[in-house]
């Protein structure tokens, strides 16, 4: 089959025939239809300093997908051919403290797909039975192949009550973009997205802010006072790693305001902790999705109208991946798109 394989310790993906995965009795087989491009595959293919330390070559990379289960193993009844699925991205070990619990995204032995063990940029790809998401008819083939980010938008947007808040997003990335339309369909009140990319600012309007800002031409005080907001934040969702963007947003928060952090620091970020400490501020780390109380949220609130199809911009062919990493290194996308099954 063909397949994105990181080959080689250096920059680039190489399109190759791999064999196609073998299922063990607890696992499927799927045929992958259409892939999302996350940061994390950047980050591989630009084989930075993370990428390096993390990734052993050669690795089939990707996990953002939909596609059909065409085999399942001999102990899988849940699940049956021509099944629509997406994939869980996190393996999670099954019986720490936290997996026999139920808390299964809390795991400290996870393992990623595309980047632990071999992704979905190919054209099939084996998944332990408890990592597959089956899908509800009704919902569009592309929202369904980027279920896996819009989960880490829904989990961080859905970690604080929102209904009747004001909620500052910093970062107006894919994610970011996504926790927008999220947090306004959970009644939020105001929602202010910050970025410094005018382009990804756009995104973030037609998302549902109530307004954007790029703080490199603009303050957040001056959004606060128009909008008569004199109390701050309720809820702020970081979504762009950036320390200047964490610290504006501690500035900006509400006593007892309460924050989410999704976005991955590049470096340490030097904080005023006397705003946390006398501000009361609580403030949440947040990674992968809840398996599967997340899962089921997307699906339902896309049933009752959620729609971030908009956040899609790009679409290629996977044969064309190298114009969809190039796209992606320019900043001015949304989430892009690889066809697999044409
Ligand atoms: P992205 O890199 O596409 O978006 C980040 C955005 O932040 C960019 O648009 C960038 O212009 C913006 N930004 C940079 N400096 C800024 C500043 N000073 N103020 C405001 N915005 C600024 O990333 P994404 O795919 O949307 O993901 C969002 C973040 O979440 C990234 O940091 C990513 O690494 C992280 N992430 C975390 C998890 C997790 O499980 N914790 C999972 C996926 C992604
Ligand atoms: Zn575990």
Request: aromatic share 8%; proline share 4%.
């Amino acid at each position: 089959m063909n397949a994105l394989v990181k080959r080689k310790s250096e920059r680039g993906l190489w399109l190759e025939q791999v064999p196609v995965p073998k299922i063990g009795p607890t696992e499927v087989l799927i045929r992958v239809d259409r892939t999302g491009i996350c940061g994390t595959d950047l980050h591989i293919y630009n084989w930075d300093r993370w990428a390096q330390q993390t990734i052993p070559v050669p690795m089939v990379v990707g996990h953002e997908f939909v596609g059909e289960i065409i085999e399942v193993g001999s102990m899988v009844s849940d699940f049956h051919a021509g099944h629509i699925v997406s994939g869980e991205g996190h393996v999670v070990c099954g019986h720490c403290r936290n997996c026999m619990a139920g808390r299964r995204h809390l795991c400290a032995e996870t393992k990623g797909i595309g980047v632990n063990r071999p992704g979905a940029f190919a054209e099939y790809i084996a998944l332990p039975q408890t990592n597959v998401w089956l899908h509800e008819h009704g919902l569009g083939r592309d929202t369904k192949s980027i279920f896996d980010p819009l989960g880490n938008a829904v989990h961080t947007a859905l970690s604080f009550d929102v209904l009747g808040e004001d909620v500052l997003i910093t970062g107006a990335g894919p994610i970011g973009c996504m926790a927008c339309a999220v947090v306004k369909h959970a009644g939020a009140r105001y929602i202010i997205v910050t970025d410094v990319n005018e382009y990804r600012l756009e995104l973030a309007q037609k998302m549902g802010a109530t307004c954007t800002v790029n703080p490199k031409h603009e303050s957040l005080d001056d959004i606060r006072e128009k909008l008569n907001m004199r109390e701050g934040f309720d809820v702020g969702l970081e979504m762009s790693g950036n320390p200047n963007a964490f610290r504006q947003m501690l500035a900006q928060m509400c006593h007892g305001g309460k924050i989410a952090m999704l976005g991955i620091p590049s470096e340490d970020i030097s904080i005023d902790w006397n705003q946390v400490v006398f501000n009361m501020i609580t403030i949440k780390g947040i990674y992968g999705r809840e398996m599967y109380e997340t899962w089921y949220k997307m699906t339902v609130m896309i049933q009752s109208g959620l729609d971030i199809s908009p956040v899609i911009t790009h679409r290629f062919d996977y044969t064309n991946f190298e114009k969809g990493f190039e796209v992606m290194n320019t900043g001015q996308c949304g989430k892009v798109i690889l066809y697999w099954n044409q």
